[in-house]
């Protein structure tokens, strides 16, 4: 698990391979991935919209943009959380994601962005 803090936004995130899912014969990876978001701020604050940059180990880069996460644009309350899970394909059996959220202070609508953390997307078979 990888985490990150900012401006007291605290990002973690766990990865697991999905070998049901996949097939690598025809270059198809998926991944799942947990991200944990704890509001550790004296503010609630909203999340807005995600930014991911994926890469996979033959040089491939993908940018993805959209709002919320999974549907959702959460309001998390100070010491509160949201978890989500997500998925990625990749066309390698090893790749990274990395990213940030736009979030919003409910108190005064200020913008800010909270940095994701870089993780790994690894086949169990390449840790060996």
Known sequence: MVTRITEGVKVSVDTIYQPEYSNPANEHFMFAYRVNIENM???????MNRH???FDSNGTKREVE??????QQPVI???NNHEYVSGCNLKTDI???????????????QSF?????????????KLN
């Open 66 to 71: 959209g709002e919320g996460v999974v549907g």
């Open 77 to 79: 309350e100070p010491g």
């Open 95 to 109: 790749g990274s994601m990395k990213g940030s959220y736009e979030m919003k202070r409910i108190a005064d609508g």
């Open 113 to 125: 962005q909270v940095n994701i953390p870089e993780f790994y997307l690894i086949t169990p078979y």
């Open 41 to 47: 701020g004296e503010y609630s604050v909203q999340l």
């Open 52 to 54: 991911w940059t994926i």
